[in-house]
């Protein structure tokens, strides 16, 4: 049994109808198996079919876990929907997240099919990374040069040029000027356990 499945100190959360149907609305739409997100999430298939029929209730840390395997929010887990707050996000509200030297500001909401960036590249970092992952992509340069590989072929963009790829195809972007380089970028990787990961390689890993 995983430590997720056998966590003594946070209790089920009561009276929560709509949770089971939730979460495997939530699986499916992120085209998630069973095995591959009970695997993600630390849990066996059966504890997670049982959490999704409704014969269990989960735990507050079980639906944190599970709704970063989704790409979404412990609300929408339970249901609960806020859509004027989720609609519009304000410049003032868009914290940076840096990672592998790249600043990340969200520039849409959480828990949706696509997820928009803003991003600055500097020079010279993760250049070197390629990335292979389940999904699209489209970047659109604000500022700056990009230079972007997708499987053999090379292109260098200039400010108001796009691209728009099937990420499985090997994909690498470098910032071509000193100063950087300065994007927006949207991604739909939600078909992945792995979508955290577009916020930079962590240690070993790779995308």
Same mark, same amino acid.
């Given at each position: 049994m995983s430590s997720s499945e056998s966590q003594p100190s946070a209790g089920p959360v009561e009276d929560l109808p709509a949770v089971a149907p939730q979460l495997r609305a939530l699986r499916r739409r992120a085209s998630l198996t069973l095995e591959a997100a009970a695997r993600a999430a630390g849990?066996?298939?059966?504890?997670?079919?049982?959490?999704?029929?409704?014969?269990?209730?989960?735990?507050?840390?079980? #639906? +944190?876990?599970?709704?970063? !395997?989704?790409?979404?929010? /412990?609300?929408? #887990? +339970?249901?609960?929907?806020? !859509?004027?707050?989720?609609? /519009?996000?304000?410049?003032?509200?868009m914290e940076p997240t840096r990672a592998g030297g790249w600043t990340y500001w969200q520039a849409g909401a959480p828990g949706r099919g696509m997820q928009a960036l803003r991003v600055r590249v500097p020079h010279g970092s993760q250049g070197d990374i390629v990335r292979v992952h389940p999904g699209e992509e489209w970047l659109y340069v604000l500022k700056g040069r990009l230079r972007l590989r997708l499987g053999d072929g090379a292109h260098l963009l200039a400010p108001g040029d796009s691209a728009h790829y099937d990420s499985l195809t090997p994909h690498r972007i470098a910032a071509e000027d000193p100063d950087g380089v300065e994007l927006l970028f949207v991604h739909t990787l939600l078909q992945s356990p792995a979508t955290a990961l577009c916020l930079g390689p962590r240690t070993g890993e790779r995308t």
């Open positions: 849990l066996s298939p059966a504890h997670l079919s049982r959490l999704e029929t409704g014969r269990r209730q989960p735990s507050l840390p079980m #639906l +944190l876990t599970l709704a970063r !395997v989704y790409g979404t929010t /412990v609300s929408e #887990l +339970l249901g609960e929907t806020a !859509v004027g707050r989720d609609a /519009v996000v304000r410049a003032d509200e």
